[in-house]
């Protein structure tokens, strides 16, 4: 066997086994596309949106309330025209406890993805 031939056989096998390589890493980073997909699309279905308005005894909007969604760390304080919106409430209802300085605390059941309104008392 002269030099040329050696040469051209170790090339061959060579470039033969990284192609080989190269077509295993592919098929492996498309099986993990969806796995890599799939958490997202469900933590975006799940978490959903509260939103609603806080009214004082008067029923007007009582602005500057605290609206928390129990049990988290999710919550907002109400707008000038008592409106309020939490996103990312996981499941299909919540329990809202709703402050202000002059009023008593109040607790309701909502459920995500409907307006709620509340009154203080």
């Known amino acids: 066997m002269d030099r040329q031939s050696c040469f051209s ?3 061959g096998s ?4 990284r192609t080989r390589t ?8 498309l099986a993990l596309v969806p796995v890599l997909l799939a958490p997202a699309g469900t933590a975006q279905a799940q978490a959903g949106t509260i939103s609603g308005i806080v009214l004082d005894r008067g029923q007007a909007p ?9 049990g988290t760390r999710l919550g907002s304080q109400t707008d ?3 409106r ?3 996103a990312g409430v996981n499941g299909s209802s919540a329990v809202l406890e709703i402050r202000r300085l002059g009023y008593k605390m109040v607790t309701t059941t909502v459920t995500v993805g409907t307006e709620a309104q509340v009154s203080m008392e």
């Open 9 to 11: 056989e170790a090339l």
């Open 84 to 86: 309020f919106r939490i």
């Open 14 to 17: 060579n470039i033969a086994r």
């Open 80 to 82: 000038a025209n008592g």
């Open 62 to 70: 009582l602005p500057n309330a605290q609206v928390t969604v129990q």
């Open 22 to 29: 190269f077509m295993k890493l592919g098929a492996a980073l």
